[in-house]
């Protein structure tokens, strides 16, 4: 079964610190791997994509890897600030434009 | 450009009352998506179409939902009769048909059933 997961559910961080987000799946065929951030109460934006040949993908202070063999993507934030506070989302496409699967996202705060 | 524009962005209504949701996709996509998210079961899509035809309606929870795309530019999602387990926030997003492209996501239309 298709499948995506992502940890942690929630995250609470200093402003100013890194976190890491993970992402696990189980999604067959791959063709390539979103991360999206959701600001409450408003659409999800891309962050980034990522096909089965690019390791790591960089927006800004956001970094996105990629490990096909185990099928794990992270997404880095490097020092975070206060609009970093939202749902951030990892999707994989299983092939075709429709037929993606989302995970479940992590909630992070960031905190003064 | 103004972005995918969805209305109501918000809609009370009570149980058995038909409810239809408003998209415009980004001009010059073509492809567009709606979507519903829940606390509970997060992000899942309903219907998507490539240049305004229906390519799969597998995720249209049941026969309640129906969804067209009479032109380019518009596109609605109805739900007839409303049941309270409808109450979601419903996404619109389009993009340009290759599978590489950002899906670009309206602000959501948060439907409350009553």
């Known amino acids: 079964k298709n499948q995506v997961e992502q940890s942690p559910q929630s995250l609470i961080i200093l402003e100013g610190k890194n976190c890491t987000l993970q992402c696990n799946y189980t999604v067959s065929p791959f063709s390539n791997l979103r991360w999206y951030k959701q600001d409450t109460g408003r659409g999800p934006v891309s962050l980034t994509i990522m096909t089965f040949s690019e390791n790591t993908k960089s927006n800004g202070r956001y970094t996105a890897t990629l490990d096909a063999d185990t099928k794990q993507s992270s997404l880095h934030i490097t020092a975070s600030q206060l609009s970093d506070s939202a749902s951030y989302i990892c999707v994989v496409s299983a092939g075709s434009q429709g037929n993606l699967i989302f995970g479940k996202g992590t909630k992070l705060s960031v905190k003064p | 450009d103004a972005g995918v524009i969805q209305s109501p962005r918000h809609e009370v209504t009570e149980m058995g009352q038909e409810v239809t949701l408003r998209c415009k996709p980004i001009s010059g996509h073509n492809s567009l998506f709606w979507y519903r998210q829940t606390m509970m079961r997060g992000l899942e899509l309903l219907i998507y179409?490539?240049?305004?035809?229906?390519?799969?309606d597998s995720g249209m929870p049941e026969d309640r939902f129906s969804a067209k795309m009479p032109n380019a530019s518009f596109s609605t999602l109805k739900i007839q009769p409303s049941e309270p387990r409808d109450s979601a926030v419903y996404f619109c997003a389009s993009s340009f048909r290759q599978e590489q492209e950002t899906q670009y996501f309206g602000p959501g239309t948060r439907l409350l059933v009553l």
């Open positions: 179409f490539n240049n305004n035809v229906p390519i799969d």
